[in-house]
């Protein structure tokens, strides 16, 4: 296995359960090990994946399914 980290900048404000369920719904997507949102920073969300499973668009386009607006910021 070969994991990759992304971070998806979102621009929303999110309280504690949409963190939650963003969280959830991103760890839905194929291949996600880990998806965690800062909560200091609460803008960000960490991805640890494996590509050969899984495709970053996918994982975004899972916030984004949410109505949540947000990026991939590259590493």
Known sequence: MSLS????????????TEMQ????????CAGV???HIN??????MLVA??????FSS????SVRSLGLHGQLIGL
């Open 49 to 54: 994946y494996d590509p050969s499973y899984g």
């Open 33 to 35: 090990v880990s998806a």
């Open 5 to 16: 980290d992304l971070v998806i900048h979102i621009d929303e404000s999110l309280n504690e």
């Open 58 to 61: 996918h994982i975004l386009g």
């Open 39 to 44: 909560h200091h920073h609460r803008h960000l």
């Open 21 to 28: 369920e963003t969280e959830n719904v991103a760890s839905t």
